[in-house]
C-alpha cells in the first residue's frame, strides 16, 4: 500500500511540474495578431448630446496608446431611415459622414443595421426611389452587396446582413442567397480563423432581456427582430467548421458574452447606451476592444468611453 501511494504522489508531483511547460507553451504560441474597436448602435442624429458623445467615442478610440488597427461599425449608424423622410435622413447621414472625417483616422469596415435602411416604414411610397430601402446604406459604404468578407491576418471576417423586410417591419434571418453566400465562405477559407460580425446576434442572452416585462402566461418576450430566427440553421452549419471562433453583433444595446459549442458569441453594447438618454437598464454608453490572435483565440474589453 506504501509503495503505491508513493508511486500515486510521484505522479501527482510530475504531472504538476509538467503544467508550468504546457502553460508556457500556450502563452508563446497566443502571440497578439491584430485589434480592432467594435462600435454598434451610434444612432446619430442632429442634436448637441448625439454629436458630441459621437465625437467623444472616435477620439477615444483614435487617442488610444495601442491604436486599434482598424474599426468595425456594427450597424445602426444613424438614428433611423426605416420611417424618416428623404431629407432627414440626409441630414443624419451628412452628420455622420462629417463628424466621420473630423475625429476619426482608422479605417472602418461597415456592417448593415436595420435603422439605416431607408423607407420600409414610411407611409408614403419611395419604392421607386433610387436610394430606396439598402441602397442608401450602399451609397453611403461605397460597398456593392449589403454582405461581403475581407482577411485581416490569419483571421477571416465575414459580415452578414441580418434584417430582411417583412410586411412593413424586418426580420433577422439570412435570406437563401447569402445563406448560399455563407457556405460557399466557409468553405473556401478553412485554412484560416473565422469571426462572424452581423447587426443582429445570431445566439444571445441578452436578447431575451431587452424587454423588462414576460408575456402574459409567463413566456419570455423575444422579437424575431431581436434574434435570428434562423439561427439553428446557422448553428447547425458552424458545427461543420471548427475554425470559426467567435461572433460579433450589436442591435440590443446591452453586453453578454455566450460560449455556445465552441464559439464565442459577443453582443458589444451600443456607443449611444440609451439612445442618447444615459445608460440603458445596467448599460452605459461604450465600444468593445477585441485582441485577435494567432491561436484564434480572442478577448474582449468593454470601454466606457
Known amino acids: 500500500m506504501q509503495r503505491r501511494k508513493f508511486l500515486q504522489n510521484i505522479s501527482l508531483v510530475t ?3 509538467a503544467l508550468p511547460t504546457i502553460t508556457n507553451a500556450e502563452t508563446a504560441n497566443r502571440k497578439k495578431s491584430f485589434t480592432t474597436a467594435f462600435i ?3 444612432h446619430i442624429k442632429p442634436s448637441e448630446i448625439a454629436e458630441a458623445g459621437m465625437k467623444k467615442a472616435l477620439q477615444h478610440i483614435n487617442q488610444l496608446k495601442q491604436q486599434p488597427d482598424f474599426i468595425i461599425n456594427g450597424g445602426d449608424t444613424i438614428m433611423d431611415a426605416l420611417a424618416a423622410d428623404k431629407e432627414k435622413t440626409k441630414k443624419q447621414w451628412d452628420l455622420f459622414n462629417k463628424i ?3 475625429e476619426n483616422k482608422l479605417p472602418v469596415k461597415h456592417c448593415i443595421g ?3 435602411i431607408w423607407g420600409w416604414q414610411l407611409k408614403e411610397d419611395v419604392k421607386s426611389d433610387p436610394l430606396y430601402g439598402k441602397a442608401w ?3 453611403q459604404t461605397g460597398y456593392t452587396k449589403t454582405y461581403y468578407s475581407f482577411t485581416q491576418n490569419n483571421w477571416h471576417f465575414i459580415v452578414l446582413d441580418s434584417v430582411q423586410e417583412n410586411k412593413g417591419g424586418y426580420i433577422a434571418l439570412l435570406d437563401d442567397e447569402q445563406f448560399s453566400w455563407l457556405e460557399k465562405e466557409l468553405e473556401a477559407n ?8 452581423s447587426h443582429i446576434p445570431i445566439i444571445s442572452f441578452c436578447s431575451a432581456m431587452f424587454f423588462k416585462d414576460m408575456l402574459p402566461n409567463g413566456d419570455w418576450k423575444l422579437s424575431r427582430a431581436l434574434l435570428h430566427t434562423d439561427a439553428r440553421k446557422i448553428k447547425d452549419l458552424f458545427k461543420k ?3 470559426i471562433k467567435t461572433c460579433l453583433s450589436g442591435h440590443i444595446h446591452l453586453q453578454d458574452e455566450v460560449n455556445y459549442l465552441g464559439i464565442k458569441y459577443y453582443c458589444n453594447g451600443a456607443v449611444s447606451g440609451n439612445w442618447w438618454g444615459g445608460a440603458f437598464q445596467d448599460f452605459a454608453p461604450a465600444y468593445a476592444l ?5 491561436n484564434g483565440t480572442v478577448d474582449r474589453k468593454m470601454v466606457e468611453y
Not at 478553412?190 to 460580425?197: H, L, N, P, Q, R
Not at 477585441?290 to 494567432?294: C, I, K, Q, V
Open 114 to 116: 436595420n435603422h439605416d
Open 100 to 102: 466621420m472625417q473630423s
Open 241 to 243: 467548421y471548427p475554425n
Open 40 to 42: 454598434s448602435d451610434i
Open 190 to 197: 478553412k485554412e484560416k480563423f473565422i469571426c462572424i460580425v
Open 137 to 139: 446604406w450602399l451609397q
Open 15 to 17: 504531472a504538476a511540474a
Open 290 to 294: 477585441l485582441d485577435f490572435y494567432s
